[in-house]
């Protein structure tokens, strides 16, 4: 398939590693703040292709994972009200909450529906004028101009049953809260290539100005990740931390204007709720005044007892970066993809999830 | 399929974006294959994506049309440097 397959040349990838090797002198700890690249680097075995010197660790880059247990909670009280048809994201239904899941309020009777795409979920709505339709609307950027885009169809085909529960959230502001909180050192971040698609390059600007770290926004296939990876050695070696785009074919420093437009033009910035990291300023999107009938914020109110953490996950830990999955007790021995304590083992992009499907007991220690 | 992936898993997978190719355009939405899979997209988000553009498919929309030059010159650059490693 073009654009991937070439981008997976086993030799060439093994020519980059050595390059890598060469170039590297220092030890040192990049942080993939994307769950898509922690899969890659996991999947491909770059961590076994790159010297011991370079530590890959994961960050917060998974939308189920960061969603906090009290918004889940909510979502989930809101599909138990009648009336009511929850649609959202395959993984978000699996992850517990603190007394339920989506998939258990379904079992119970709930309407919730798994779609591919925020335009299902305004199909739905249309099909089904007496029902409320609420979108359980998580991710980054990269997902929130798809959702800013529903409310707009939503608007304009005057369809009155269709409402978002906005939990977006937005990436550099979560970026300067780690860096902020100083809980782990880092010398360079493998920027996320799908949020940059959207947000371009100028606004990760702050990460080596204000900080010192490199910052090189990174695509999904094993080359990509090994050419971001030996610009961040060079940056790091020479310590000139800058921003750089390893994903040009993708990324461009100015971004997606229309996409941007759309989602300034239904979201205004606001303070959000991370799982691991508490509130984080100006870190999530709300949906303006102007939009407010489609706010399920606005027009449900449900009440909710206090939230409670899974007892023993270390998700929260795992998100920050200031744990791997092999730090918590449960990984593995009572946590795993069929019977997951928290969302990062139940999520396609969460770390845990990653670190069970590509780990063997041989190759775990080298992760 | 990409990563040994069918579109149920790809549902799941929401951060994941896939590079497809627009084969007909009607309006904001367009028709779009890869590895013989058609499927019907939003192009609401990237209005300049012209008919044979490869473009970044996640959760139904296009996000970005893929810059095929750069594309060219990132594997030159990737061949150039896995060959410095060999000669020196």
Redesign the interface.
């Given at each position: 398939?073009?654009?991937?397959d070439?981008?997976q040349d086993n030799?060439?990838?093994?020519?980059?590693a050595?390059?890598i090797a060469?170039r590297s002198t220092k030890t040192i700890r990049l942080m993939e703040f994307?769950?898509?690249h922690t899969h890659a680097i996991l999947?491909y075995g770059i961590r076994q292709l790159v010297p011991k010197t370079i530590e890959l660790r994961s960050g917060p880059?998974?939308?189920?994972c960061v969603t906090a247990t009290a918004d889940l909670d909510k979502a989930i009280a809101l599909a138990k009200l009648p009336g009511v048809a929850i649609t959202t994201?395959?993984?978000m239904i699996r992850v517990p909450g603190s007394y339920s899941s989506l998939q258990k309020a379904k079992a119970e009777g709930a309407d919730v529906r798994?779609v591919?795409?925020?335009?299902?979920a305004v199909e739905i709505a249309k099909a089904n004028p007496g029902k409320s339709v609420i979108f359980i609307g998580?991710?980054?950027e990269?997902?929130a101009?798809?959702i800013a885009?529903s409310i707009l169809k939503a608007q304009q085909e005057k369809i009155e049953n269709f409402y978002v529960l906005s939990l977006n959230k937005l990436t550099p502001p979560v970026m300067k809260a780690l860096l902020d909180s100083g809980e782990i050192k880092l010398d360079g971040i493998i920027g996320?290539g799908?949020v940059s698609?959207?947000i371009g390059s100028h606004p990760y600007e702050f990460i080596p100005r204000d900080y010192g770290v490199a910052c090189v926004i990174s695509g999904?296939e094993p080359?990509?990740i090994l050419?971001c990876i030996?610009k961040l050695v060079e940056q790091i070696e020479k310590g000139e931390p800058k921003v750089e785009i390893?994903?040009?074919?993708?990324?461009?420093p100015e971004g997606?204007r229309?996409?941007w437009q759309?989602m300034e033009d239904v979201f205004e910035i606001d303070e959000a709720n991370w799982r691991g990291i508490g509130i984080v300023p100006q870190s999530g999107l709300k949906i303006r005044r102007k939009y407010e009938r489609f706010d399920a914020d606005k027009a449900f109110s449900v009440s909710l007892k206090p939230p409670r953490e899974p007892k023993g996950c270390r998700c929260g830990d795992v998100i920050r970066g200031a744990a791997t999955p092999l730090e918590c007790k449960l990984f593995r021995k009572v946590c795993t993809p069929e019977r997951p304590v928290g969302p990062c083992m139940v999520s396609?992009?969460g770390a845990c999830a990653a670190y069970y499907q590509y780990g063997t007991t041989e190759n775990l220690q080298d992760f | 399929m990409?990563?040994g992936l069918t579109?149920a898993?790809?549902?799941?997978?929401?951060?994941?974006?896939?590079?497809v190719?627009i084969v007909s355009i009607d309006g904001d939405e367009a028709e779009t294959e890869?590895?013989g899979v058609r499927r019907r997209v939003?192009i609401?988000?990237?209005?300049e994506a012209k008919l044979g553009d490869?473009v970044?498919l996640?959760?139904?929309?296009a996000?970005?049309v893929?810059?095929?030059a750069?594309?060219e010159?990132?594997?030159k650059?990737?061949?150039e440097?896995?060959?410095?490693?060999?000669v020196?």
């Open positions: 398939m073009k654009f991937i070439e981008y030799k060439l990838a093994q020519g980059l050595r390059k060469k994307c769950g898509g999947r880059g998974c939308p189920v994201f395959g993984d798994i591919y795409s925020t335009i299902d998580i991710g980054f990269t997902t101009p798809t885009a996320p799908h698609v959207i999904f080359l990509d050419l030996d390893a994903y040009p074919r993708g990324v461009k997606n229309k996409a759309l396609s992009e | 990409y990563y579109w898993k790809i549902r799941e997978t929401m951060c994941l974006a896939i590079p190719k890869i590895a939003s609401a988000l990237t209005p490869y970044l996640h959760t139904g929309y996000i970005g893929i810059d095929e750069e594309a010159e990132t594997l650059l990737l061949e440097l896995a060959s410095l490693s060999e020196h």
